[in-house]
């Protein structure tokens, strides 16, 4: 089946400094992926879609300035966390689209999830 | 109110149980369903689609009903294996399909 993967898997910075994160799909394009935000004991919540060759739309509350999505090939996202606070740290979680031409029932796979500490 | 509400849990019950989830939407411009299984500080994975006519993959079988905007799944013979949260998504129609997540229901199958 189609793969994601994510890295790194897991990060520990200092507040105010900026970690980026990658989310790759390793056997297929991805013209779309999402990027995902799940504190704990809740749900996961969209923060981007990221458009490969186009700037990444981002959900209402979510700071584009704070969250820097570049999704440079069909096979690359990066989000990265600029000066990074407590509040931020999270379990960060991409996802993809295999097809190319999107409909809403495109089964997405996702990556398996960064986990950023920010002390 | 949020857009897709579950029951959190927990559902502890004995192997060989059966049991129900139940997770209803509030847009009705939705479009797709899905039951994912989410593991404990993993990547949720998908378990099954969810459809009018009822969807059934082994010990799991999902109902769809759009008219009370309402998804279940039910497992039986749950296994130790099953213990997991178990999250009803939906996609809304025309989005670029994005995943509407519910904030899930928590299993735990003892022996």
């Known amino acids: 089946g189609a793969v994601v993967s994510q890295h790194p898997s897991r990060v520990i910075c200092k507040s105010g400094t900026s970690v980026k994160i990658e989310c790759r799909s390793l056997d297929f394009q991805a013209t779309t992926m999402f990027w995902y935000r799940q504190f704990p004991k809740q749900s996961l919540m969209l923060m981007a879609t990221?458009?490969?060759?186009?700037?990444?739309?981002?959900e209402q509350g979510v700071e584009k300035d704070k969250f820097l999505i570049n999704h440079a090939s069909l096979t690359l996202s990066t989000l990265t966390v600029t000066s990074a606070h407590p509040e931020d740290s999270s379990f960060y979680i991409c996802?993809?689209?295999?097809?190319?031409?999107?409909?809403?029932?495109?089964?997405?796979?996702f990556g398996p999830g960064t986990r950023l500490t920010v002390l | 109110r949020k857009e897709v509400e579950q029951d959190p849990g927990p559902f502890n019950v004995p192997e060989g149980a059966t049991v129900a989830f139940n997770c209803t939407y509030s847009?009705?411009?939705?479009?797709?369903f899905f039951w994912y299984r989410q593991d404990c500080r993993k990547e949720p994975k998908l378990l099954m689609s969810?459809?009018?006519s009822g969807n059934e993959d082994g010990r799991f079988t999902a109902q769809l009903n759009r008219a009370s905007q309402y998804i279940s799944l039910l497992i039986r013979d749950s296994k130790l294996s099953d213990s997991a949260t178990y999250l009803c998504v939906v996609i809304r129609r025309g989005s670029q399909g994005n995943l509407i997540f519910g904030k899930g229901t928590k299993l735990s199958v003892k022996p």
């Open positions: 847009n009705s411009a939705s479009q797709s």
């Open positions: 990221s458009n490969e060759g186009s700037k990444a739309t981002y």
């Open positions: 969810v459809y009018s």
């Open positions: 996802s993809a689209n295999p097809g190319r031409g999107l409909t809403s029932t495109d089964t997405q796979y």
